[in-house]
C-alpha cells in the first residue's frame, strides 16, 4: 500500500473515532492477551461504514434485538446504537477489549437511538444465544469449530422461537459451512476496500436464516 493510501484511509479512521468519542482502532492479538487458541481470530475493527452499508436503518424495527460476536472495543456496538434496536449486544472473549467497550459506550459523543445495551465478557460457546435475537454480526471473530458450533445454536434458536433473523458476516471465510446447513440465504455483499489477502476479506455479507 502506497504511503499516500495509507495515511488517507488511517486518517479517516481517526476521524471517526473522534466525531464518536472512543477508541477502537487498534489491533489486538489474543496472544498478546494470553487468549490464543484454535480457531480464535485477533481483534480489527470493522470499517466505521461498513454496518449502515450491509444493514440499511429502514430494515430495522424497535423489536429487533442485535448480537455482535466478538465485540471487541465496542466500535459496532457504537454504530448499532445509532438504529432503533430494542436490545444491542456484545460479546466479547477479553474482559480487557470488554472494559473498553464500556468505556467507549459511556464516552460516546452520538445520542444512541437503541434501547438497552449489554457488554458481556464470555466465551462464544459459554454464551446462551437468546431467543429474541434477530440480527447476528460477525467480523471473522473465529472459525472452524467455533464457528460452526455457534451458527449451529443461532439455528436451534430459530427453530426454538421461529422467528426472521439476519446475519451479516465480515471477512466471511467460513461462509461455505453457513450455506452448508441449507439454512442461509445469500441476500448482498458490499465490497469495502481491497485486501492483499483477496476475497473474502474486504467484503462483508448479509445473509437471511431461514425457517425449518
Known amino acids: 500500500m502506497s504511503a499516500y493510501k495509507w495515511l488517507r484511509r488511517n486518517v479517516g479512521q ?13 489491533r489486538v492479538d489474543l496472544a498478546d492477551m494470553g487468549l490464543e487458541g484454535e480457531d480464535r481470530v485477533y481483534y480489527a475493527a470493522l470499517n466505521w461504514r461498513a454496518l449502515r452499508k450491509a444493514l ?11 448480537v455482535d460476536f466478538g465485540s471487541g472495543m465496542g466500535r459496532v456496538i457504537v454504530q448499532a446504537s445509532q438504529y432503533p434496536f430494542k436490545r444491542v449486544i456484545g460479546v466479547e472473549l477479553s474482559e480487557e477489549l470488554t472494559g473498553i467497550a464500556k468505556e467507549n459506550v459511556r464516552n460516546m459523543r452520538v445520542r444512541r437511538k437503541c434501547g438497552e445495551i449489554e457488554l458481556i465478557a464470555s466465551d462464544v460457546l459459554d454464551y446462551a444465544i437468546p431467543d429474541d435475537v434477530t440480527v447476528a ?12 458450533e455457534v451458527i449451529d445454536r ?3 434458536s430459530v427453530d426454538r422461537a421461529p422467528r426472521p433473523v ?14 452448508s446447513t441449507g439454512r442461509f440465504r ?11 489477502l483477496g476475497p ?13
Request: net charge positive; glycine share 6%; aromatic share 14%.
Open 14 to 26: 481517526l476521524l471517526y473515532e473522534r466525531r464518536y468519542g472512543v477508541r477502537t482502532a487498534e
Open 56 to 66: 440499511p436503518k429502514s430494515e430495522v424495527g424497535e423489536r429487533d434485538v442485535f
Open 137 to 148: 454480526f460477525f467480523n471473522n471473530p473465529f472459525r472452524g469449530k467455533i464457528f460452526s
Open 154 to 156: 443461532l439455528v436451534a
Open 166 to 179: 439476519r446475519m451479516i458476516y465480515g471477512n466471511p471465510l467460513e461462509e461455505p459451512y453457513l450455506m
Open 186 to 196: 445469500h441476500l448482498r455483499t458490499i465490497n469495502l476496500k481491497p485486501d492483499p
Open 200 to 212: 473474502p476479506f474486504g467484503t462483508i455479507r448479509t445473509y437471511d436464516l431461514l425457517p425449518r
